[in-house]
């Protein structure tokens, strides 16, 4: 059977990472990919038998593209951190590896956890990322700072695993504010050379929010939907706040040093 390399890109994920390591021990070898957390991430991966390779963070494109180059086998297996495998998939997978995967490159459905519930709106469920399953050359990424795309680099299609992963994308509404920080700082910098105003940034992110719980029928998750759609108005909002602003010249204005007269 040919060997697997899982790979998992971690950040400050203390609280996550053991159980993404764990999910994924049925492999030949395990790699955490980290930019130099400030938490016990790397201290948590080694301990449970990762190999953990610090890379400076350039872009959520150069980070996989990155890891791929640190994995040894023959196929990959990506992981983020806040995502697990289920048993069902390592089954799948390992059975495909022992008779000989006929394609290069496979999706993984994911399934997410928040606020109690499995998500089944909002475009959530079933919800693709990245292909996760591939040979090593067949696939890379593209080198957007953020929501990166990938090139598939063999001439067999894509193929499509039934089972899946699981995903805890959030902690808690402190998660979510911060993410939407960090991802609309990043996704700011894929609006650069476009001109926008404050209003298309409202009107953008509206329609996310109309997208995200009446498209894609976010309203049947109850309040957790409400909270993917109004997180996805505001990382909208700020993305393209965030690109206008750095198209401005807003100072303050100046002031002179007080004395006592």
Not at 6 to 21: C, G, Q
Not at 71 to 95: M, V, Y
Not at 217 to 236: K, L, M, Q, S, Y
Request: glycine residues 8%; proline residues 4%; hydrophobic residues 45%.
């Amino acid at each position: 059977m040919e060997k697997i390399s899982a790979y998992i890109l971690a950040y400050n994920e203390a609280e996550k990472i053991a159980a993404a390591v764990n999910s994924v021990q049925w492999a030949d070898e395990v790699i955490v990919v980290d930019s130099a957390s400030t938490d016990r991430t790397a201290e948590i991966a080694a301990s449970l038998g990762a190999r953990v390779v610090q890379i400076p963070f350039a872009g959520f494109g150069d980070l996989r593209n990155r890891a791929i180059e640190a994995c040894s086998h023959e196929w990959i297996f990506s992981l983020d951190a806040d995502e697990r495998c289920t048993a069902e998939l390592r089954d799948e997978i390992l059975a495909l590896l022992a008779a000989g995967p006929p394609l290069d490159v496979y999706r993984v459905p994911r399934r997410s956890f928040m606020m109690g519930r499995w998500i089944r709106g909002s475009g959530w469920y079933p919800n693709f990322r990245q292909p996760q399953l591939f040979r090593k050359g067949a696939m890379r990424y593209t080198r957007e700072p953020v929501h990166e795309g990938y090139e598939v680099l063999s001439a067999k299609p894509v193929g499509t695993l039934t089972y899946g992963v699981w995903q805890v994308p959030f902690r808690d509404f402190a998660e979510v504010i911060r993410k939407m920080d960090r991802y609309s700082t990043l996704g700011a910098r894929k609006l650069e050379g476009r001109r926008v105003s404050m209003a298309g940034a409202f009107g953008h992110a509206c329609w996310a929010f109309l997208k995200h719980y009446v498209v894609k029928r976010g309203f049947i998750d109850g309040w957790a939907g409400f909270v993917i759609a109004f997180g996805n108005f505001e990382g909208t909002f700020y993305r393209y706040a965030k690109r206008y602003e750095a198209m401005q010249d807003w100072r303050e204005p100046a002031s002179k040093p007080l004395t006592r007269e």
